[in-house]
């Protein structure tokens, strides 16, 4: 197996070299039949299913907004949900022909099953999930963290929160041949510091969806979501935490929401909004050395004074140990 691996390394880097530019073509023919379809087609949401957790506020709140002007039933699911009352009033005036409200935690499994089969109860149906409930944490630098335990309850709910609903409502949906949407984030792939936990939570469920996808082949649809900042409760409060991320400017909830559900019905394999976000990814897969040198100096991350003062540090303990 070590000749196989010493082979494939001599071999494959130019041969990739070679594959590349003849495989574009046809693939820039491929996506141009996608998009003309995707111009012609786009789902209709009419009397559809929708089942939104995190509902209650930010951006699930203008998701379900969004799919009521499309005339979807809407299944509303939120820890708090008292929350959900005006929301669900909202909705129905807005052209949603009915709408139920289910308090619930994403992290348990219990709740997750419970949702999942009170929407069916009452609708019958499924035809878009939509994972959108989480959490974001007060931003902080890792190394300073002695528990990482107190972590827990983001990956809780972000992952986790988003891996139960969908597992309950795999077979639902392929019944109706319908659609995942899971709100990830931008942060998911071009992480930025003093915000690790959730970062990481949120590369896992880009991971795992994109793992779904492969393994569910055309059953079901998988529409990955990878926002930037967008103005809501919880980036709100990360600003005020964190000053040095106010440098990133906000989009709107009500857009993120409209892109979100456009995405979907066009069948998007990913949605990203604000759409300037997606231009971060080809410098972070080709320049990673720059991008983290770039992010250091504007989060007032500099590695070289943080390890003089170590080194300060550790060099006056020494002398102090040498005294005695």
Same mark, same amino acid.
């Given at each position: 197996?070590?000749?196989?691996?010493?082979?494939?390394?001599?071999?494959?880097?130019?041969?990739?070299?070679?594959?590349?530019?003849?495989?574009?073509?046809?693939?820039?023919?491929?996506?141009?039949?996608?998009?003309?379809?995707?111009?012609?087609?786009?789902?209709?949401?009419?009397?559809?299913?929708?089942?939104?957790?995190?509902?209650?506020?930010?951006?699930?709140?203008?998701?379900?907004?969004?799919?009521?002007?499309?005339?979807?039933?809407?299944?509303?699911?939120?820890?708090?949900?008292?929350?959900?009352?005006?929301?669900?009033?909202?909705?129905?005036?807005?052209?949603?022909?009915?709408?139920?409200?289910?308090?619930?935690?994403?992290?348990?499994?219990?709740?997750?099953?419970?949702?999942?089969?009170?929407?069916?109860?009452?609708?019958?149906?499924?035809?878009?999930?939509?994972?959108?409930?989480?959490?974001?944490?007060?931003?902080?630098?890792?190394?300073?963290?002695?528990?990482?335990?107190?972590?827990?309850?983001?990956?809780?709910?972000?992952?986790?929160?988003?891996?139960?609903?969908?597992?309950?409502?795999?077979?639902?949906?392929?019944?109706?041949?319908?659609?995942?949407?899971?709100?990830?984030?931008?942060?998911?792939?071009?992480?930025?510091?003093?915000?690790?936990?959730?970062?990481? %939570?949120?590369?896992? =469920?880009?991971?795992? @969806?994109?793992? *779904?996808?492969? /393994? +569910?082949?055309?059953?079901?649809?998988?529409? &990955?979501?990878?926002?930037?900042?967008?103005?809501?409760?919880?980036?709100?409060?990360?600003?005020?935490?964190?000053?040095?991320?106010?440098?990133?400017?906000?989009?709107?909830?009500?857009?993120?929401?409209?892109?979100?559900?456009?995405?979907?019905?066009?069948?998007?394999?990913?949605?990203?909004?604000? %759409?300037?976000?997606? =231009?971060?990814?080809? @410098?972070?897969? *080709?320049?990673? /050395? +720059?991008?983290?040198?770039?992010?250091?100096? &504007?989060?007032?991350?500099?590695?070289?004074?943080?390890?003089?003062?170590?080194?300060?540090?550790?060099?006056?303990?020494?002398?102090?140990?040498?005294?005695?």
């Amino acid at each position: 197996m070590s000749l196989i691996c010493s082979i494939l390394n001599v071999a494959l880097p130019p041969l990739s070299l070679i594959l590349l530019p003849i495989i574009m073509l046809p693939y820039l023919f491929f996506k141009l039949l996608i998009h003309l379809k995707k111009l012609v087609y786009k789902e209709n949401m009419a009397r559809k299913v929708v089942l939104i957790t995190g509902a209650a506020s930010g951006i699930g709140e203008q998701l379900a907004y969004e799919y009521a002007r499309k005339g979807a039933k809407l299944s509303l699911v939120d820890i708090r949900e008292e929350n959900l009352v005006v929301v669900a009033e909202m909705a129905r005036s807005l052209g949603s022909p009915d709408v139920i409200n289910i308090g619930a935690d994403v992290s348990v499994v219990q709740d997750s099953k419970r949702f999942v089969d009170e929407t069916i109860d009452h609708f019958g149906q499924l035809d878009h999930l939509v994972n959108n409930a989480g959490i974001g944490g007060i931003p902080k630098l890792i190394e300073d963290c002695s528990d990482a335990t107190k972590y827990t309850s983001i990956i809780d709910i972000n992952f986790w929160g988003t891996v139960h609903g969908t597992l309950h409502a795999i077979p639902h949906l392929k019944k109706s041949k319908g659609r995942i949407i899971v709100i990830a984030s931008g942060c998911g792939w071009f992480p930025l510091p003093r915000l690790s936990p959730y970062n990481a %939570s949120k590369a896992a =469920v880009i991971s795992f @969806f994109e793992t *779904l996808r492969i /393994e +569910l082949g055309w059953c079901i649809g998988i529409t &990955i979501v990878t926002p930037g900042f967008v103005k809501t409760k919880l980036a709100s409060k990360a600003y005020k935490d964190e000053p040095s991320l106010r440098i990133i400017p906000m989009g709107s909830a009500f857009e993120c929401a409209k892109d979100i559900v456009n995405g979907a019905c066009r069948g998007d394999m990913y949605v990203t909004s604000p %759409s300037w976000v997606k =231009v971060l990814f080809p @410098f972070k897969v *080709l320049y990673p /050395e +720059l991008v983290d040198w770039v992010q250091q100096h &504007i989060f007032g991350l500099l590695p070289n004074h943080s390890c003089e003062k170590d080194n300060l540090h550790m060099s006056k303990n020494s002398q102090v140990f040498k005294s005695h």
